[in-house]
């Protein structure tokens, strides 16, 4: 098992899994209930990670989530300012 991806949230670690599923890799949440011990671990050692199963598809998550990772940054550019108009409203 290799580990791909260090993710902010569980939700987060959740989606890059189903990311990675959707195009037939398998993987798996680390840490997934560690946020109950900050305080005791440190923050670093706490956060959720994205492990693949197979060693030889790691390159290839890494690319899925690259992808992954920049149309969702696209999409946080591109949302409308609250109160501005969108086609449901205009």
């Given at each position: 098992?290799?580990?791909?991806?260090?993710?902010?949230?569980?939700?987060?670690?959740?989606?890059?899994?189903?990311?990675?599923?959707?195009?037939?890799?398998?993987?798996?949440?680390?840490?997934?209930?560690?946020?109950?011990?900050?305080?005791?671990?440190?923050?670093?050692?706490a956060q959720p990670e994205v492990w693949v199963e197979d060693d030889a598809r790691a390159h290839r998550a890494r690319e899925v989530l690259a992808d992954f990772l920049s149309v969702k940054s696209a999409r946080k550019r591109s949302a409308p300012l609250a109160g501005s108009a969108t086609p449901a409203t205009s």
């Open positions: 098992m290799k580990r791909v991806h260090i993710a902010p949230t569980l939700l987060d670690a959740q989606l890059v899994v189903d990311a990675l599923s959707s195009v037939g890799i398998v993987s798996h949440i680390f840490n997934a209930n560690a946020a109950g011990a900050l305080g005791e671990v440190p923050f670093l050692q």
